[in-house]
Structures are given as structure tokens and as C-alpha cells.
């Protein structure tokens, strides 16, 4: 069968994050025998088709060189708050679309999966229209979360889920969300996360490195919550050593803020490390803490667990829920409740077996992030599809 992905987020060399999860489903496929494909934007005029692993990559163009930034940056939510930023999406969009036609008319493409469903679904439904292709999309978080803010993105959202031969989801958070604004049925939709790079989860924590977090240092995350838990920890006598890892515009109001809390001297914040060293960042970790609201899935989180790592995060943190236990090896604490994450913090360090019970939980999630495994997942899901 040939499958062509469409994503905005697409590996660009070996060590580049974005995407880079795709590119692992795109692989695994491969490995079980599919012809898998790929179109993706250009990014800052490096268009054109390339190969990564034996994928084949169609970077397409969508505006002059110097315009071409709405993808890979990580910024494309806020770009299109902007007319210009709008007239590139839809650029972007209907240039893949064209993409996908243009395979599809040559005979190589059996099924489209694409990626969020905005900017990747909507080509793919523009592509689907006059008997093309049928196509799956995938949500992966940030594309549910402007559902909530825009009117017009809910209304063009019903259209392309609700036309899609199938919707899958990286979590049963964002399966919900996304039913609720879409009229489709949660039950109906696969819950698969995207598998993880499990060749660099393969040493074990060792523990002894205090409480550490990883993310973006944005205000979604809520790294200001875990600094003011720890101070809490300090008050009663706990100075835990806390290593925040990640960088973004907050650092330097929570670094002002870890020093009015009186915790500098136990606070690192190391920022950005590359994804090949971040298991060696948080590896030795005794507590892993996920505070963010509303994540698509916390792949952090579960990275930790599979590493044997105890995992703290928030009721409202989003598809962490589906990872992190409420008891054993993790905790889930109410949003904003900096009391109640200290307490859980505390409680996991003071609990030697939560560490085991981590490492057992972490088997099991090891299996679930398995890209053969999620592979396999959507290899039944293509051919019910397709073949049915």
C-alpha cells in the first residue's frame, strides 16, 4: 500500500526536532512493507524532493524565499493571527493539496494521512474533493487547542474531520475535545500516540538528580507553579534540587522569580538541550514534574516514566492524564495548587518504591510508544480502510 503523509512538521536532517515523530511512523511503516511518502512545506526556499531513510520527501513551495517561515518554527498559531500570516497559510495549504493531487493522479497514492488537521487535513480534504484520495487525519494537540478560540477554524474543522475516512488522536483528551466541536463519536476514533525514540530511553535512572522538569518556557507550562512548589518543599525543612531544562521568553521572569522564592541556590536552568542528550539530562532525575495545562499528550512525562522516573503533573495538564497514575508511580494534582504539588513531590521522594513501580509502569509504556507497535496500529487501521 502507499501511503503519503502530509505534514507541516517534517524532519529537515538528522537531529532536527521538528516532526521528528512522523518521520518515525513514516519509517516503521516502511520497515513493514509500505511505500510511504511524504509532503511537507519548503522551509525559507529549500524546496524540492529529497529523501530521508528511503522516505521520499516533497517539500513544496508556497512564496518567495524569504516568506517561507510559517512552518518549523514553532510559531505558525501566532503567525496566522496576522493577515499576511493568513494569506501564507492558505498558500501553504492549497500548495499541498496541489501536491497530493499530483501524486494521486500518477497512481501512487492508495490513502492520505495527514498531520493536524490544520494546515496537513485541510490540503488533504482540498485534495479529496473531485474523487481524490481518501483521507485520515491525525490531532495532535496544538490544532484542537485553536478550535477553542476561533469560530471560523471550528466551522472549516467540522468539514475536514468530518470527511476524512478516519480520525485518530495522540490522546483520548484530545479525541474528546475534538468529538465535541466536530460532532463525531470519541469512541469511534484511535487513540494511538506517536511512537518515541526509544534507542535514547535505554539507560535507566539512576536517580540521586532532585526534581527535574523539560519544556518550553512558556506560560502554558507552568514552570512558575513547580519554582513556588519547591520554595514550599524549602519552608518545610526539603531543599530539593530542582534542574529546569528548556529555554523560551519566560526564563528570565522565572529566574527573577526563583530568586524572589529564595531557591536560586538549588535551581538550575540549564536551557535547551539537543534530543539526543535529553535522556542523559533528566536520567538521573528522582521526581520528573509535568505542571503544563493543557498538553496534547506529555510525551515528557511518559519519556520519564520509561526511563523509571516517578512522574507529578496536573489534572488539567490534558493527554498526561492518560499517562501519569494518580497513585504508585505518579500523581496528578490539581492546576495552580502549588501546595498540592509540593506535597506530591514530597511524597514520591520520600516513597523508595515508587521508583520500581515507575520502572514496571515504564515497561509498559515502552511497549505502547514502540514504533513497531503504533506502526502495526495504523497498519490495521489502512487496511479496514482501504481494503474493506
Do not use: C
Not at 515507575?358 to 496500529?377: I, K, M, N
Request: proline residues 4%; without cysteine; hydrophobic residues 50%.
Amino acid at each position: 500500500m502507499h501511503i503519503l503523509f502530509v505534514t507541516h512538521a517534517y524532519p529537515r536532517w538528522d537531529g532536527d526536532v521538528a516532526g521528528a515523530f512522523i518521520e518515525r511512523l513514516a519509517v516503521a511503516l516502511g520497515e513493514r512493507g509500505h511505500a510511504v511518502s511524504v509532503v511537507a512545506p519548503s522551509d525559507a526556499g529549500k524546496g524540492g524532493h529529497d529523501a530521508r531513510h528511503g522516505i521520499p520527501v516533497n517539500r513544496v513551495r508556497y512564496a518567495a524565499p524569504r516568506r517561507e517561515t510559517l512552518a518549523y518554527r514553532g510559531t505558525m498559531v501566532d503567525a496566522v493571527g496576522s493577515l499576511g500570516g493568513k494569506l501564507a497559510a492558505g498558500r501553504l495549504m492549497f500548495a499541498m493539496a496541489r501536491a497530493v493531487r499530483r501524486a494521486a493522479r500518477a497512481g501512487r497514492v492508495d490513502l492520505v494521512h495527514a498531520h493536524w488537521w490544520v494546515p496537513g487535513g485541510v490540503s488533504a480534504w482540498l485534495a479529496s474533493m473531485d474523487r481524490g484520495p481518501a483521507y485520515v487525519v491525525t490531532l495532535h494537540g496544538t490544532d484542537v487547542a485553536v478550535l477553542e478560540r476561533s469560530g471560523i477554524a471550528r466551522a472549516l474543522a467540522r468539514r475536514v474531520l468530518q470527511g476524512a475516512a478516519a480520525v485518530t488522536a495522540v490522546s483520548s483528551f484530545l479525541a474528546e475535545r475534538a468529538a465535541a466541536v466536530a460532532g463525531l463519536d470519541a469512541e469511534a476514533m484511535l487513540v494511538q500516540p506517536m511512537p518515541a525514540d526509544l534507542v535514547r530511553l535505554s539507560r535507566p535512572s539512576a536517580g540521586g538528580g532532585g526534581v527535574i522538569t523539560v519544556g518550553r518556557l512558556v506560560a502554558q507550562k507552568r514552570v512558575d507553579l513547580l519554582l513556588e512548589a519547591v520554595a514550599r518543599l524549602k519552608e518545610q525543612g526539603k531543599a530539593v534540587p530542582l534542574t529546569v531544562v528548556g529555554d523560551g521568553p519566560l526564563r528570565g521572569a522565572l529566574e527573577e522569580h526563583a530568586e524572589r522564592l529564595g531557591i536560586t541556590a538549588t535551581t538550575r536552568f540549564v536551557g535547551e538541550v539537543k534530543p539526543q542528550d535529553l535522556a542523559r539530562a533528566i536520567g538521573d532525575a528522582d521526581v520528573f514534574a509535568f505542571p503544563a495545562v493543557g498538553e496534547g499528550l506529555g510525551l515528557a512525562a511518559a519519556e520519564a516514566l520509561i526511563l523509571g522516573i516517578p512522574v507529578v503533573a496536573t489534572r488539567s495538564g490534558g493527554g498526561v492524564t492518560d499517562i501519569v497514575p494518580t497513585e504508585g508511580a505518579g500523581r496528578l494534582v490539581d492546576a495552580g495548587d502549588a501546595g498540592a504539588m509540593a506535597h506530591a513531590i514530597g511524597e514520591l521522594l520520600d516513597n523508595p518504591a515508587a521508583r520500581s513501580l515507575a520502572t514496571s509502569l515504564g515497561a509498559a509504556l515502552r511497549e505502547r510508544f514502540d514504533p513497531q507497535r503504533v506502526a502495526q496500529r495504523f497498519d490495521s487501521l489502512y487496511d479496514r480502510l482501504v481494503y474493506a
